[in-house]
């Protein structure tokens, strides 16, 4: 796939996030080049090697300044944006994130004549209770409004190396004498593995699904929030037990621990509203063929990829042995 003489030119906003990543490596892997847009470009040199010689570029964007997503926008052939955020603190709200910048993306890709995939959420909707889900449901609305052809992909939750649930949790079991259960831990979740949704990304960018619509990206297997730490738990070789804590409570303790003036709280108030619903893949998009299969992607076992990269949290790391420890 070229134009011209070059390939296509992506913009990858977040592309140096947890998820972006993974879609610039995949994209890079394709041959496209990639510009890829943050706050912090010189924070994201760590991506050069994932490609060759000036495949990947980088500039400073931000969602929250409108003159930055137009100049990296400029050019591009296609948009791939990846930036969410799970709580707000300052100046980056999920309002000024999550959907005035979503929108702005979207109005400086139709400026500029470029196609545009947007990573969503599983649960977005414009009246949902949460304010992630719901900004993250405004914004799918903006983007169709201003480019009813563009592809938006709604994952379940996202595991892999990097990821913010798997290893938090492997991490607490070092010191906490209990893992907490929100609501009882029985939320039911889906998670897809970093790297078949940055494929998903990938395939979408090559123009091989149908364009207009929102696709839901979830594993093979529906687990419930227990499930998913009792899984954790054997990987590591670990023995914990678990505390109930009703959703009430848990979103006291979020207000609080919200409090904290720096790095990420373990829990908000409005993550807790969140775990108060299902994250499966809905029973319309399966029938419709709106799932990973449309991608011809295979979904990984989390149990299959788990191993990779938590035995770093094992009680003597990756030589620990098959028997269970504290």
């Known amino acids: ?14 592309g140096s996030g947890f998820v972006g990543r993974h879609v610039v490596r995949a994209l890079a892997k394709r041959g496209f080049r990639v510009r890829v847009a943050v706050r912090r470009p010189d924070l994201a040199g760590f991506l050069q090697p994932l490609g060759n010689v000036s495949q990947i570029g980088f500039v400073q964007a931000n969602l929250r300044n409108r003159a930055s997503i137009d100049a990296a926008v400029r050019g591009a052939d296609h948009v791939v944006n990846c930036v969410g955020i799970l709580f707000e603190r300052g100046a980056n709200s999920f309002d000024a994130i999550q959907e005035f910048g979503a929108r702005a993306v979207a109005e400086a890709c139709r400026a500029e004549g470029a196609t545009l995939t947007h990573i969503s959420a599983i649960g977005a909707d414009p009246n949902a209770q949460s304010a992630y889900a719901r900004t993250k449901g405004r914004a799918e609305k ?4 201003i480019l009813p052809q563009a592809i938006v992909l709604r994952p379940s939750i ?18 906490a004498p209990a893992l907490p259960l929100i609501g009882g831990g029985r939320t039911l979740l889906q998670p897809v593995y970093v790297t ?14 149908p364009a207009g619509k929102v696709y839901e990206l979830g594993g093979p297997e529906v687990l419930t929030f227990r499930q998913c730490l009792e899984i954790m738990l054997k990987v590591i070789n670990r023995t914990k037990s678990f505390v109930s804590i ?3 409570l848990a979103s006291t303790l979020g207000s609080i621990a919200s409090l904290m003036p720096f790095g990420a709280p373990a829990l908000t108030p409005d993550q807790v509203t969140l ?13 419709e063929g709106r799932t990973l299969g449309a991608f011809g992607i295979e979904p990984r076992l989390v149990e299959a990829v788990l191993p990779s990269y938590l035995v770093r949290y094992r009680p003597q790391g990756q030589f620990t042995g098959s028997g269970r420890a504290a």
Do not use: C, Q, W, Y
């Open 196 to 209: 078949d949704v940055a494929e998903a990304v990938a395939t979408a960018v090559e123009g091989k699904v």
């Open 158 to 175: 996202v595991f892999g190396p990097e990821d913010g649930f798997f290893n938090k949790f492997a991490d607490m079991t070092r010191f």
């Open 1 to 14: 796939m070229t134009i011209g003489n070059h390939p296509p030119l992506v913009t990858v906003f977040g």
């Open 142 to 145: 903006a983007i169709f409004d």
């Open 246 to 248: 009703p959703f009430g």
């Open 275 to 287: 775990l108060k619903s299902d994250n499966i893949v809905s029973d319309a998009a399966k029938a």
